[in-house]
């Protein structure tokens, strides 16, 4: 099942950089984890922004919210989620 | 180039059906065509709604622009693009 | 799989008495079809407003889609969704 | 009487680990004990969101706002509240 | 209980002039038989403005929203409603 | 003259708390010594939220803005000031 | 007494070309009492736009209100007071 | 003297299919002769919408509304002007 | 050439005392210089807030841009400009 | 490929100054370098603000994205994007 995932990140600039290196660093690993398990499909940069796009394929809405906020940095993100669904006139749903 | 276009589609009530229903048709041949055509890798209905996001593959700015108004129901959409580049976590960006 | 629904109900000042009539009554049978179905287990009017806030109970998202498009005033709504999750402090989920 | 309740939690990045431990753990005590009581009979996790979306069913406004305001996080919480009324198509209104 | 509310009030400027008429006569007996009853304690005009901001008193949320949409102009009007609740600073709340 | 006046009171959350003790003893003091005044109508609390809906009635604007900005807490409000008149509807301006 | 207020004018398309001349022309003739009566001391035209930025001078709200529901457009501005004050840095207020 | 000009064209389905081809084709003619004049410097489509972002260069505010009021698309615009100044940084304003 | 300029001023809570009685006198200071040129020709409050509504008349946008920034509470203001035009309805511009 | 950028620079108050003279000294650095690159053909200050209109003119997506986060102030901006496309009546595309 597909999400819309729309994640902005924003680190007070006043955060400890050790702490705001181990954060980022820990960021970059849990979203390759999570992209081998095959639930993070899509990743983009949105140009000019420290945010991202992104669509998830989760069996269900626990566990999206569940890996959504296994993310180190998820406290400093505003994370805005959309369900998709089969669009009538994607190729892949012609007969 | 990858770019995230929103298409919130609405069609005036007092449109001739006529009208409406040619439309349509012609709306979804053009999808299907630009699909095909390998400039539009991914659309997907917003649950809920009555258009879609997608992504769109295309060499320029100027193409882009030239294959969203070719788009017959072009002149009720409002539409909204996004300009993406890679992630640096992006799986396929890993060295 | 629980999903937040929005429904903004706007019929135009114009629509033939009739064909409003008839929407209006063919409407109230499919949400009541829908809910005997188990779908949609809540179901409230916004006091002042023409619309509604609901909660539906489906197993993804292309059925939620589905449920929603089949609604007879579809065309005339603005409509939201918000996937839900369980609440780690709901007393459902305490142990 | 229903009320839609949405609650956006935000701690700041600064607080004391130690305060900001005590307070999420008498949260979730406040949370219990309500639910307890009857007077929040529904509470969801808005999913990518640090926030909840709930309903309460309290006999008067001056009530609810008591309720709300007891909560140990309130002073960190945009809440939102929307009156509910019957919906004239919920089932539990047919004749 | 006491309920902050605000009506907009927009008529299209096609609607025939003797249903204007008639609509906005109702409008004004109905407004006055509301505030004979008591429910409907404040009424004031926005300057500049054809809408209004008001304050109900009535018993329950399904009161009021039977009030509210009992008004002629009711298909005409963006309505907000806001709870509202004694004031801890009010004197008339003071010991 | 009568105006509607919405107040959003945000206090940062470190700051020191017999400071913060201190205005707010002394924000109940001047509210109640403005409503001795007869100056300030109305004062209601919105459910769920740290601000109030009031109604002043003062000879004049500028009058407004002293008894406003003589407020203790006025550097943490966003206030909001809508002028209002006399509706043609209400009961108290009919012949 | 000082009022700053915001006029945006939208004449729809479809309106009949006599009736939209006339109510221009009666505009125009209404805009140039009022100045001439003083309680309009200042008219601007927002570069781009079809409205107008004012600054009314009146006794009361109730007079403002009437002076500008009197403007033959009425019906089709959209309209936003803003209540002004001397300011303590104005060159006039000064001792 | 710069102008930052943002047009957004929104013709009505329902206008005479006439019309709307005079209406373009003179639009065209219009933003032609501005250029040549030198008043119209840098004209963009937005990609994926029917409007444009545009740099003006004239001697005033008032010539500046003269010029836009008088595209005859004007009435089916919505234009938001924003002034412009030498940037310190930009390369032609280094000494 | 007119202006209208609308300023937001927001001192955070924990500036320095001291630096904070300086900057706001010293822009008081300025603010009587610029009115004393000639450059500022209305200021009012607006009630209830720490702003104001300018009308600034200047020879240009840069010579705008330069007596704005040179305010010493400049970095703590959130500043709209709006370039205002001769209105054809002002008194002032009758034959 | 042109691309139209607004950057809103915001620099904590809190920022040490000596940090603070460096990043703006090595942002105008950079933004020279980018301009005798010729990637950034136009950079214009908007009137009363801290930030900037500009166009950008760059082979790629990625390679506007890498540019712009090379600013020394890039975590202290909020950026947007819109790609831009030939207008049909620009001058230099007439045949």
Same mark, same amino acid.
């Given at each position: 099942?597909?999400?819309?995932?729309?994640?902005?990140?924003?680190?007070?600039?006043?955060?400890?950089?050790?702490?705001?290196?181990?954060?980022?660093?820990? #960021?970059?690993?849990?979203?390759? #984890?999570?992209?081998?398990?095959?639930?993070?499909?899509? !990743?983009?940069?949105?140009?000019?922004?420290?945010?991202?796009?992104?669509?998830?394929?989760?069996?269900?809405?626990? #566990?999206?919210?569940?890996? !959504?906020?296994?993310?180190? !940095?998820?406290?400093?993100?505003?994370? #805005?989620?959309?369900?998709?669904?089969?669009?009538?006139?994607?190729?892949?749903?012609?007969?």
């Amino acid at each position: 099942m597909l999400f819309h995932v729309r994640m902005d990140v924003s680190l007070p600039h006043d955060l400890d950089p050790n702490r705001r290196a181990e954060l980022v660093a820990a #960021e970059q690993d849990r979203m390759l #984890e999570l992209q081998k398990l095959g639930v993070w499909p899509h !990743l983009w940069r949105i140009v000019g922004q420290s945010g991202n796009i992104s669509v998830f394929d989760v069996p269900s809405n626990d #566990e999206l919210h569940a890996f !959504l906020s296994s993310l180190p !940095l998820w406290e400093f993100m505003r994370v #805005e989620v959309t369900p998709l669904a089969q669009h009538p006139s994607d190729l892949a749903a012609q007969p």
